[in-house]
């Protein structure tokens, strides 16, 4: 295993061959044993004791093991030999973001996230018909990224995107991945820029990177940021002329003093790299195809994207000074000609939240934080490293001024996006939508913390510490991305259960279910009526569940599944054995006939009020 | 090359395995503040011509038959097993890196991720505009993007369109 200390010892150059060559096997049997270990115990990872923990509750010890030898060599190779070959660090990363981002996908049977079958479900419709549902889901006036998804499974000759959605986590965790090392580069940043590629994959544990608009949107958004943080940073000789003739602006020194800062904490801001006006045109013309892109297939990520954009021309970090104006109007045509059908009937959804801070705190916070024990836990874990790396981020940040090594572009843009708490609610998710944008430059200011060494002869300290917060950064995700999977796992026998369903049910009937925690909705969405649709609770009193069956004459089924127990029980707070009391006062009403029993789960049908009488199901 | 290219001053270039072009003939840009001096190769332009033009020309000849072949596999028929690799991996990557190919940017990551990002942002809008077209034809929308690709990689096979090359720097 490559020792930090005796990979210091080898750091002298120019080395022998014989170090050099037991150097190169190092470098390579840390990543080849860490990704064979880490895939073989995964592979033989079995789900069914997942619990109110989640993954962790299952992940055995080889596991971890694996982790930690890929992130020792990883942090040798990067601490030890900085200028050497990237094809060692990329391939630590790689291999990485498989272990973390794949490791549902390879543990668990099924795709994982019930949104992402809902997802299938609109590919689906449009595939077959070539056409949208704005009137049926608001995600159809927005439909870039299920056409293209459409578009995708039938040139490949697929049945339908469900092959996409296991390994799609890791495809876009790859591509962010490259995107941050490119944007801690033009930081200027050397191994810093791997470390922070390092720290973001498991920094990101949100779970936005799913088989979704919003996943290929983040990809969007880094990568209009990126050209104008290369190419279209304002140089310090443009900022020097500006300065011509103006009274000189003098930092507060004492304020500045007072946090021990140098007095230009900003004076080696790294420079644009140079190019032909023509590269400059097309590269314009690349952000711009990406932001209408991005328009068509999210509601919520191009206003990110303007405010961050927005932000670097309002500090006078970007040439491209029209371009969020251009944007604005993008955007502006867009909904006012293509979303009609959603926003003549959502106006407070879209505008409600404008300024209204404490209403967009209260859906972020208090509002999500509700479930059992071991939801709790995993919430707390959350906001904890969220704050844990906006603080590290702090520091960070602090010893790149204290250099002089400031850059304001970066700074900006890890700020700029608090200020979408002022604009939407984001359906109350606003806090996990900041700290997603910020992220990418987050991690390079807590990378800052740790690279460049200086002094040199600390590069001992500087390696253990990348390992320790490494660990650290590790060990959070597994709770905060995966501590849900007891309700986001999808269970084989719910899936068999709706299957039965849409394998027996007569189109134009209504699905009922106790919560929205049902593997449906990914074929045929146009052809049967849902319950609960939009919210997570549906009807939970035998009452309400046979109003809910009786209000379509075509009929109705009531699914009721293991996962819906646990959702109920673990997400929204109900009491242990809520969804076995009442599948018994169910079946103790008389009012339904059971027509499907398996594995635990069952579907119900009306049972006929009085012979002769209303049937309320096909059944 | 059947035309000799020109050089930025509208010099001819050099025949292949001439020695390296001196830096004199890109000096006027460097004046005018175009292209610092340190980042200018002072080598052959880069028309395709020198040590490794015939390696410059095989990343557009591939991207521009990487088209037909994709195509041939879906008018076949092919199976899914077959065809559902390189179909996604050709609309995932192929027309953005060939667009963006041609602004000859100087490190292969950004290329590369730019390629990709717009790949994936072409194909996109074409999707949504057959929608609104009511045009629905996943076989229209990835004919459309292969001759978008096409176009960019046969451009970029025309010798002396781009005659300085701007070498890989920091960033």
């Known amino acids: 295993m490559n020792g930090s200390g005796a990979a210091t010892a080898l750091a002298a150059q120019p080395r022998p061959g014989w170090q050099r060559a037991v150097l190169v096997t190092l470098r390579w049997s840390g990543v080849a044993a860490g990704a064979a270990l880490g895939l073989t115990t995964l592979v033989r990872t079995d789900p069914d004791g997942i619990g109110s923990l989640g993954l962790v509750d299952v992940l055995p010890a080889g596991y971890y093991v694996a982790l930690a030898l890929l992130t020792v060599s990883f942090v040798a190779v990067v601490f030890v030999d900085p200028a050497g070959r990237p094809v060692v660090p990329a391939l630590h990363v790689a291999v990485f973001a498989v272990l973390l981002h794949g490791a549902a996908a390879i543990v668990e049977p099924l795709p994982r996230f019930v949104p992402a079958w809902l997802h299938v479900g609109f590919t689906d419709y449009i595939a077959r018909t070539g056409g949208t549902l704005p009137d049926l889901d608001a995600r159809f006036s927005w439909p870039g990224f299920f056409a293209l998804a459409a578009m995708v499974t039938r040139a490949a000759g697929l049945p339908d995107a469900m092959p996409l959605v296991s390994w799609t986590p890791v495809a876009l965790n790859l591509l962010f991945a490259a995107a941050v090392y490119r944007l801690a580069r033009a930081a200027g940043m050397e191994s810093g820029a791997w470390l922070a590629v390092w720290l973001f994959l498991p920094a990101n544990w949100v779970g936005q990177d799913y088989f979704s608009p919003q996943g290929l949107n983040y990809l969007f958004y880094l990568l209009i940021l990126l050209p104008l943080l290369v190419w279209f940073r304002v140089s310090g000789l443009t900022r020097a002329r500006r300065r011509v003739g103006r009274p000189v602006r003098r930092w507060p020194r004492r304020a500045l003093r007072l946090i021990r800062l140098p007095a230009m904490p900003l004076l080696h801001e790294p420079e644009p790299l140079p190019a ?22 999210h509601q919520l990520t191009p206003t990110a994207i303007v405010v961050s954009v927005a932000a670097l021309v309002a500090v006078r970090r970007s040439t491209l000074r029209s371009l969020p104006l251009l944007m604005v109007v993008v ?10 059908t959603y926003w003549s009937g959502h106006l407070n959804d879209m505008f409600g939240s404008l300024g209204q801070l404490g209403r967009t705190v209260d859906k972020g916070v208090t509002e999500r934080v509700q479930g059992d024990t071991g939801h709790l836990v995993v919430l707390q874990v959350r906001q ?30 890890a700020a700029a996006p608090f200020l979408l708490l002022f604009l939407q609610s984001y359906g109350g998710e606003v806090f996990l939508r900041i700290y997603t944008f910020a992220l990418p430059f987050m991690v390079v200011f807590v990378a800052a913390l740790l690279a460049p060494v ?56 209504t699905f009922v279910a106790l919560t929205s925690n049902v593997p449906w ?63 018994q006062q169910i079946v103790a009403s008389g009012r339904f006939r059971p027509v499907y029993s398996a594995d635990g789960d069952k579907i119900f049908v009306l049972a006929p009020d009085k012979p002769g009488g209303h049937r309320g199901s096909t059944g | ?132 077209a009511h ?30 090359r701007i070498r890989k720097g920091a960033s």
């Open chain 1, 384 to 413: 904890g490293f969220a704050l844990a790396v906006w603080a590290l981020a702090a520091v960070g940040a602090w010893r790149r001024l204290r250099r002089g090594h400031g850059d304001l572009a970066f700074l900006v843009l």
């Open chain 1, 276 to 297: 032909r006006p023509a590269a400059l045109a097309g590269l314009t013309a690349v952000v711009l195809v990406l932001f209408v892109a991005s328009t068509a297939s």
């Open chain 1, 521 to 583: 909705r990914s074929r045929d969405i146009e052809q049967f009526r849902y319950t609960p649709l939009g919210e997570d609770l549906g009807p939970d009193t035998t009452g309400a569940i046979e109003a809910a069956m009786r209000s379509n004459p075509r009929g109705a089924y009531l699914i009721l599944t293991e996962g819906q127990y646990v959702f109920g029980e673990s997400f929204l707070g109900k009491p242990p054995g809520w969804g076995a009391q009442i599948e």
């Open chain 2, 1 to 132: 090359m059947d035309q000799p290219a020109e050089l930025p001053d509208g010099r001819p270039e050099p025949a292949r395995g001439q020695a390296p072009v001196p830096i004199a003939l890109v000096r006027p840009y460097i004046a005018r503040g175009r292209v610092p001096q340190d980042s200018v190769t002072a080598a052959a332009p880069d028309t395709g011509g020198g040590d490794d033009g015939t390696r410059r020309y095989v990343p557009p000849l591939l991207l521009l038959l990487a088209g037909p072949a994709v195509l041939a596999l879906i008018v076949l028929d092919t199976p899914a097993w077959l065809r559902a690799g390189p179909v996604m991996l050709y609309i995932a990557a192929v027309p953005g890196c060939a667009l963006v190919r041609l602004l000859r940017l100087p490190d292969p990551l950004t290329t590369a991720l730019l390629g990709a990002g717009t790949s994936l942002a072409l194909g996109l809008i074409a999707a949504q505009l057959m929608i609104y």
């Open chain 1, 331 to 340: 955007l502006a045509a867009y909904i006012s000609y293509l979303t009609v």
């Open chain 1, 454 to 509: 200086w002094p040199a002869r600390r590069t001992v300290v500087a390696a253990v510490l990348a390992v320790l917060l490494s660990a650290g950064f590790t060990g959070a995700f597994l709770l905060a991305r995966y501590g849900n999977e007891s309700f986001e796992q999808v269970r084989p026998a719910d899936l068999r259960t709706v299957d039965w369903l849409y394998a027996n049910a007569t189109p134009g009937v």
């Open chain 2, 135 to 164: 045009l629905w034809s996943p076989l229209l929308g990835l004919s459309t993007l292969v001759v978008v690709a096409s176009v960019a990689a046969g451009a970029e096979l025309v010798p002396g369109m781009w005659p300085v």
